[in-house]
């Protein structure tokens, strides 16, 4: 049995192939995780093209330095997930400043407002894509389709209870996404860095 700290295996060798310079493996993690990086830059940015930058420059990033990634401090999906969080908070950065500076409208307070909004925003995507597909199909009946956990119940074939149980554990996670953009909340996925 494997422990319960070590990296999968998949998230191991993939960083080994990038690191023998493999183009197959790029190919693969980009298959894998393009959706995921593209996704997470245009919830930050708000842009199409500025999300398609992004995503050229997380896996150029992951190309270059595949190195970089280290198997013993989590998934590979996060790590890529955390890089297109910090380049697409650099570039909004640099353009709501950009923007301040030539037009003179806003503060820096609003800046780090509009950064601080978009980090909770892309954070809760994650979160939502990431969970278990049974907490996400119960938020997603209680969110957009108005189902109280009753009907849920009903609609996923659980118990009142585990429907309730489901609908709890989405929404603690989802609760997380604003914690880890807050103010002096520990560094990884989600700081506005």
């Known amino acids: 049995m494997a422990k319960k700290d070590a990296p999968p295996r998949w998230d191991r060798k993939m960083q080994q192939r990038l690191a023998h310079g493999e183009a197959a493996a790029l190919g693969e993690l980009y298959d894998r995780f393009a959706s995921l990086v593209h996704g997470l830059a245009h919830r930050v940015l708000g842009d199409e093209r500025a999300a398609d930058s992004i995503t050229r420059e997380v896996f150029a990033h992951v190309w270059e330095h595949p190195d970089s990634y280290d198997p013993k401090q989590g998934p590979l999906r996060t790590w890529v997930a955390t890089l297109t969080h910090r380049l697409a908070v650099q570039r909004l950065r640099a353009t709501e400043t950009a923007a301040l500076t030539q037009e003179g409208h806003g503060t820096a307070e609003d800046l780090e407002r509009k950064v601080r909004h978009a980090s909770v925003a892309a954070r809760a995507d994650y979160i939502v894509q990431s969970m278990p597909v049974p907490l996400r199909?119960?938020?997603?009946?209680?969110?957009?389709?108005?189902?109280?956990?009753?009907?849920?119940?009903?609609?996923?074939?659980?118990?009142?209870?585990?429907?309730?149980?489901?609908?709890?554990?989405?929404?603690?996670?989802?609760?997380?996404?604003?914690?880890?953009?807050?103010?002096?909340?520990?560094?990884?996925?989600?700081?506005?860095?």
């Open 137 to 193: 199909a119960a938020l997603e009946l209680a969110y957009f389709q108005r189902r109280d956990y009753r009907q849920a119940a009903v609609v996923l074939g659980v118990t009142e209870d585990e429907a309730r149980r489901r609908l709890r554990l989405g929404l603690q996670l989802l609760s997380t996404a604003h914690d880890a953009a807050a103010p002096g909340a520990p560094p990884g996925y989600g700081g506005a860095a």
